[in-house]
């Protein structure tokens, strides 16, 4: 992977964070987690080749295993997948192949998986227009791709936080969308769009935006 200035940015926090990731950042902040994981297995389906786009430490791809044939999980930080490898190793999950990627240059064939995930992640990266064309590219006809992002958008303080955050080198947060202006990026990505919500639990602040989409020719 070329390393630069924007790769350097985009994976700088996470690095820092890996070994924190799930406790601090997750489990405090995103109490919806536990119900989202089950929502993207339930809507995944069964015996699918799934890639996972930005992985993190793993919660994502080690969740959907179980019902899927093969999950191939990226991710631009090597601490995020040393600590996801990690993870698999102990629970004995042998069918996700974790590896240290840069979504805007996907190592794969075109048109081999059925589905796609990326999941809080695409407001994190500076050009998120370029990881959907290279998850639409490696999608089979149809592939289904489920994409979340945090709701930053949703709200005037929000926005004002994370763009502070993101210029004193904390959180990276270059997109700030509400669902709508999520759900028309992704349909404007070559995806048409069958689903979007917002998902909240009580003590979270903010949504997570989900938008389930199909590639179109
Ligand atoms: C908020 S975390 C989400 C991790 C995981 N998907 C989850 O839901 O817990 C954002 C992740 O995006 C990754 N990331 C940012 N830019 C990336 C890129 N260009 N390619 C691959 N991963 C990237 C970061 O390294 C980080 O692990």
């Known amino acids: 992977m070329q390393d630069n200035i924007r790769t350097h940015k985009e994976r700088k926090f996470w690095s820092k964070n890996a070994s924190r990731y799930d406790q601090s950042i997750i ?27 930005a992985t993190g430490t793993g919660l994502v791809a080690l969740k959907v295993a179980s019902a899927a044939d093969q999950v191939h999980a990226i991710d631009i930080s090597p601490q995020m997948i040393d600590v996801a490898r990690k993870k698999a190793e102990e629970t004995g999950i042998d069918n996700v192949a974790f590896s240290v990627e840069d979504a805007y240059a996907l190592p794969f064939g075109d048109g081999i998986f059925d589905a796609a995930i990326c999941c809080n992640a695409l407001h994190n990266m500076k050009q998120p227009g370029d990881a959907l064309s290279e998850i639409r590219r490696v999608l089979k006809p149809d592939g289904r791709f489920i994409a979340i992002i945090a709701g930053v958008g949703e709200s005037l303080k929000f926005k004002i936080a994370l763009t502070i955050s993101t210029l004193i080198g904390q959180l990276p947060v270059f997109h700030k969308l509400n669902l709508d202006e999520f759900a028309n990026f992704i349909g404007k990505s070559g995806f048409a769009v069958v689903t979007k919500e917002r998902l909240k639990h009580p003590e979270d602040k903010m949504a997570l935006l989900y938008v389930i989409s199909k590639k179109e020719e």
């Open 27 to 53: 489990e405090r902040h995103w109490k919806i987690y536990p119900s989202l994981l089950d929502e993207l297995a339930s809507d995944l389906g069964t015996d699918n080749t799934v890639l996972e786009v």
